[in-house]
């Protein structure tokens, strides 16, 4: 999985973030696993917090970058990648030597400070939506049967 950072661009005056995933449900990026994975959901997070990010930076707050933990003492864990880190930069409970930093508690509560931002929208339940009944169940069996057989 790998998420691409246009928060900072503009097409037509919208900021997007684009997230590419595999086609294989089996792959480990869409689970927990205690051996390799138990922050699956890092990317999401990750992409959102570019727009939080850029939206701070368009009302004029002061905040970290997002891509700048290694300068405020954080790794990249093995297991969690950077939960520490992003979990602190939410909460603004970054350590510096001038107190602590982080997003504004207000960019939470604002909308994005330019209307195009909601131009195009999407709704991503509408990809990962779960079967409600039996034919919806079926065809997700032979979808996943039909990519087992193109591979």
Not at 3 to 29: C, K, W
Not at 84 to 104: A, F, H, M, Q
Request: avoid cysteine; charge should be negative; charged fraction near 30%.
């Amino acid at each position: 999985m790998i998420g691409l950072d246009y928060g900072s661009m503009d097409y037509y005056g919208i900021g997007f973030s684009n997230i590419r995933l595999p086609n294989d449900s089996e792959s480990y990026i869409y689970k927990y696993n205690s051996k390799i994975n138990i922050f699956p959901e890092e990317v999401f997070l990750h992409e959102f917090l570019h727009s939080l990010e850029r939206n701070a930076k368009e009302y004029g707050y002061e905040r970290p970058e997002l891509h700048d933990y290694e300068l405020y003492g954080y790794q990249d864990e093995k297991l969690e990648g950077q939960k520490k880190w992003y979990r602190d930069y939410i909460n603004k409970e970054i350590k510096t030597s001038e107190g602590k930093v982080g997003l504004p508690e207000e960019i939470f509560t604002l909308k994005p400070a330019k209307s195009t931002n909601f131009k195009y929208t999407y709704q991503i339940q509408d990809v990962f939506k779960e079967p409600e009944n039996i034919l919806e169940e079926m065809r997700e069996i032979f979808k996943k049967v039909i990519n087992m057989v193109k591979r």
